[in-house]
C-alpha cells in the first residue's frame, strides 16, 4: 500500500456521533487525498491537501473536516452532519511531478449502527 | 462535463482466458490516463500510467492502449490468473488541476477456474 496507513481498517460509529479516520504516511509526499468510495460508483473526492497547514474541499465536503498540521498526517472527522456516512474511506498521497501516480492506502469501513 | 466511462460493468471469464477493459472520457483538459488495480476491501495500486504522447504501455499480463484522438483506452488482461479477479478502474488526470482525479466506475472481473 505504498507507504500510506489508515487505522481503523473497520469502524461502527452510533448516529449523531463525530468520528476521526487516521491516515499516516512515509512517503514524504505534499499532497494528500482522501476519498470516498460506494458500491457502483467512481471514487469520490471528499478534501484534498497540496501544503501543510492548507488544504481544499472536494466534490463532496459537506458533513466532513480535515486538517493539515504535520506533512505526515492526513486525519478526516466525518461529522454528524454528514447524512449518508456508511462508505468506504480512502486516503492518498503524491509527490509534486506533474504525472506523479497518487497511491492509496488500504481503506477504512465506516458503518453506521 | 469531465466523466469517465467503463464498460463491462462486469466480467466473468475462466482461468487462462484473455479479456479486454474499455475505457471513454471526456475530460478536458487531459494529462495523463491511469488503470488502477483494486482487490476487494483494499485501496487501488496503480497498473500503468499513459501521457498524451504514449499508445501502449505493459505491466507484465497488462497491457494498456490510449487513444488520444477518439479518448478512448482498453486495458488487455493476458493468460488469466485466479489472483486477477478485482475491479479494474480507469483513472484521468486534468492538466493543472492539482492533481485531482477523474475516476471511472469501475469494471469489476472474475476469473473462475
Known amino acids: 500500500d505504498g507507504g500510506i496507513t489508515q487505522s481503523p481498517k473497520y469502524l461502527f460509529r452510533k448516529e449523531g456521533q463525530n468520528v476521526t479516520l487516521s491516515c499516516e504516511q512515509n512517503?514524504?509526499?505534499?499532497?494528500m487525498y482522501w476519498y470516498r468510495q460506494d458500491p457502483g460508483q467512481g471514487l469520490r473526492l471528499i478534501y484534498y491537501?497540496?501544503?501543510?497547514?492548507?488544504?481544499q474541499k472536494g466534490d463532496i465536503a459537506e458533513g466532513y473536516s480535515v486538517s493539515r498540521e504535520k506533512k505526515e498526517s492526513f486525519p478526516l472527522t466525518v461529522t454528524s452532519a454528514q447524512k449518508n456516512p456508511t462508505a468506504f474511506y480512502l486516503c492518498?498521497?503524491?509527490?509534486?511531478?506533474?504525472?506523479?501516480?497518487?497511491?492509496f492506502g488500504p481503506g477504512t469501513r465506516l458503518t453506521v449502527l | 462535463k469531465n466523466q469517465v466511462e467503463q464498460s463491462p460493468q462486469s466480467l466473468i471469464i475462466l482461468e487462462g482466458k484473455n479479456c479486454t477493459l474499455q475505457?471513454?472520457?471526456?475530460?478536458?483538459?487531459?494529462?495523463?490516463l491511469r488503470w488502477y488495480k483494486q482487490d476487494t476491501g483494499r485501496g487501488p495500486v496503480s497498473l500503468t500510467i499513459?501521457?498524451?504522447?504514449?499508445n501502449t504501455k505493459s505491466n507484465g499480463r497488462y497491457t494498456a492502449t490510449l487513444d488520444a484522438d477518439t479518448k478512448q483506452s482498453s486495458l488487455h488482461i493476458t493468460a488469466s490468473q485466479l489472483s486477477d479477479s478485482a475491479s479494474y478502474i480507469c483513472?484521468?488526470?486534468?492538466?493543472?488541476?492539482?492533481?485531482?482525479?477523474?475516476f471511472g466506475q469501475g469494471t469489476e472481473l472474475s476469473v473462475k477456474p
Open positions: 483513472v484521468v488526470t486534468r492538466e493543472n488541476q492539482g492533481g485531482k482525479l477523474i
Open positions: 492518498a498521497s503524491r509527490g509534486t511531478v506533474r504525472t506523479d501516480t497518487q497511491y
Open positions: 491537501s497540496q501544503i501543510v497547514n492548507d488544504f
Open positions: 475505457c471513454n472520457y471526456t475530460v478536458s483538459p487531459f494529462s495523463n
Open positions: 499513459m501521457t498524451f504522447s504514449e
Open positions: 512517503l514524504n509526499h505534499d499532497a
